[in-house]
């Protein structure tokens, strides 16, 4: 079956035809076409051509429908005998993969209508660089803290992983320390530098991040980095570890620097609460919100941030509980390099790098921006 005429406008944005006219097509030559188109993300669907996410927005590649069988055929390419008896235990599978010619990915196999199916991430074939990604400098100084907890937050595809590998990458170039990743599963791959770096993957190198994290105080690291805080556990031996002079780094699915706080503190029994409060108060170093937005003139994205620095009036609004009052504290610090998201996207909005309906879309108070100029303070 071939592509629909509407759907053939678009593909012709995604890469060059593979696999049209009946001709069978290989996992290959998809995730080379990818590159080429510059996608972030592959999908392969059954009833539907292979599909890429280039600049945040999906489109399908210029090639027939998948059917059931050849969808559940190119999957199979991608993984080990052993993965797939995984996938097929549990009906879901998440691993790394390599490709020769093509890098490193993450491949993320579900079930779908009974069958088969699969997202593809690729990963970069070199890190950014912090000018490249859009990161404020107060990021690399947070790496260079010698303890404490930094957290990157963000919605799904907001390139938290991609920060958080820049991070590690300026830790290896910068620092002779060590550092213990563990990542489900790992995306980029780091060759020791000043640092020794030991990425430890999750189902493949250690079984949950509970356990993992439990063992990695024996392996003497400096720096302990966290692909995803997910639970209880993780949660608190995180911040046991940034206690006891370790710089952990972490990812976190929140959107905003106060709900980060509420996030980590909800976990926990009421009971607990308090003590949390004040070992976050403690601990905490900074905080990196991001959100990836469609650049007004469509060439690409771009990257707002906002920026928690802890200082003493942070520590003594987590400490008493008053999260909600973080805006404003960082409304009123923009000196330490603080910046709440509003302001992140009322600038980018004013310098028309996003549009008016991107900004205000995404903002958390809509209704304070101006158009045509920056927020009142």
């Not at 490249?132 to 907001?158: K, N, W, Y």
């Not at 370790?246 to 609460?273: C, K, N, Y």
């Not at 905080?287 to 650049?295: E, F, K, M």
């Amino acid at each position: 079956m071939r592509l629909s005429p509407a759907a053939a406008k678009f593909a012709v944005e995604a890469g060059p035809g593979i696999g049209e006219n009946g001709g069978s097509m290989s996992i290959d030559g998809i995730l080379q076409a990818a590159r080429k188109a510059g996608a972030s993300d592959v999908h392969v669907i059954a009833g539907l051509p292979p599909t890429f996410r280039v600049n945040g927005e999906i489109f399908p590649m210029k090639a027939d429908v998948l059917g059931e069988a050849e969808a559940e055929r190119l999957v199979r390419e991608l993984v080990t005998e052993r993965q797939w008896a995984e996938y097929e235990r549990d009906w879901e599978l998440c691993v790394s993969a390599t490709r020769e010619g093509i890098g490193r990915m993450r491949v993320s196999v579900y079930r779908h209508s009974g069958r088969a199916e699969a997202a593809i991430r690729l990963a970069h074939l070199e890190l950014p660089t912090a000018e490249q990604l859009g990161l404020p400098r107060v990021v690399d100084e947070m790496t260079r803290r010698a303890s404490g907890l930094v957290l990157i937050t963000g919605p799904t595809g907001a390139g938290k992983t991609t920060t958080l590998n820049y991070m590690v990458g300026l830790i290896n170039r910068e620092q002779r320390v060590k550092v213990v990743t563990i990542e489900d599963p790992v995306e980029y791959v780091h060759t020791a530098q000043k640092a020794v770096v030991v990425q430890q993957e999750v189902h493949t190198d250690v079984v949950s991040y509970p356990r993992a994290l439990r063992h990695v105080l024996r392996q003497d690291p400096n720096v302990i980095v966290i692909g995803e805080m997910r639970d209880l556990e993780t949660i608190e031996t995180a911040l046991q570890a940034a206690e006891t002079g370790h710089l952990v780094i972490a990812t976190l699915h929140t959107p905003w620097a106060d709900h980060t706080i509420e996030r980590v503190v909800s976990v926990f029994p009421a009971e607990r609460q308090n003590l949390i409060l004040a070992q976050l108060a403690g601990s905490l170093q900074g905080i990196v919100g991001q959100l990836l937005l469609p650049r007004a003139d469509r060439k690409g994205r771009v990257l707002a941030t906002e920026i928690l620095v802890t200082n003493n009036a942070v520590r003594n609004v987590i400490r008493e509980g008053n999260a909600h009052m973080l805006p404003s504290v960082m409304q009123t610090s923009a000196r330490e390099g603080m910046k709440p998201m509003d302001s992140s996207l009322q600038d980018l909005y004013a310098r028309g790098v996003i549009t008016w309906d991107v900004a205000t879309s995404h903002a958390r108070n809509p209704g304070a921006f101006k158009k045509g100029g920056k927020q009142d303070a």
